[in-house]
């Protein structure tokens, strides 16, 4: 699971300390990159630098985000041809079920509300480290196997 590397799009820091320990505790070794609003995020997809890296294999949207929500993020990745088939997860806290609705609206892949109790959060980046990125396959114009 090294190779495959992870956008985690998160504004609070203790969030995503969190997930970072959890990937670290079962042995999820890909590259994070962070952004830690949703303009650094579009900027990391759409900015003048982005033909000089491979696109990340997964995306880890909150949706409660400075600048540009995650929704208006999520809207622009699914707009441009270069992204659109990009899996997006939100891991978001968000309890309102129009936010849910929206983001399956928008196009994304799975709706996670992130766990308050630490072991269900461990369990739940396990899921997500075991199915995304081992067992999900991509297109090999997305960087799938060749």
């Known amino acids: 699971m090294q190779s495959k590397s992870i956008l985690l799009v998160e504004d609070n820091p203790d969030d995503e300390t969190l997930t ?4 670290k505790k079962h042995k999820i070794v890909n590259q994070v990159v962070v952004a830690r609003d949703g ?3 579009l900027e990391y997809f759409f900015g ?15 949706l409660k985000l400075p600048k540009v929500d995650g929704l208006e993020v999520l809207r622009r990745i699914r707009a441009d041809e270069r992204t659109r088939s990009l899996p997006v997860v939100v891991l978001t806290s968000s309890q309102e079920e129009q936010d849910m609705v929206a983001s399956y609206s928008l196009g994304c892949n799975s709706y996670i509300r992130k766990p308050v109790d630490f072991d269900k959060f461990l369990e739940a980046v396990n899921a997500l480290g075991l199915y995304w990125l081992l067992l999900n396959e991509l297109p090999r114009s997305r960087g799938g196997p060749k």
């Open 20 to 23: 970072l320990r959890a990937f």
């Open 39 to 41: 303009a650094e995020a």
């Open 48 to 62: 003048a630098r982005r033909g000089q890296s491979e696109p990340p294999s997964l995306v880890l949207l909150d």
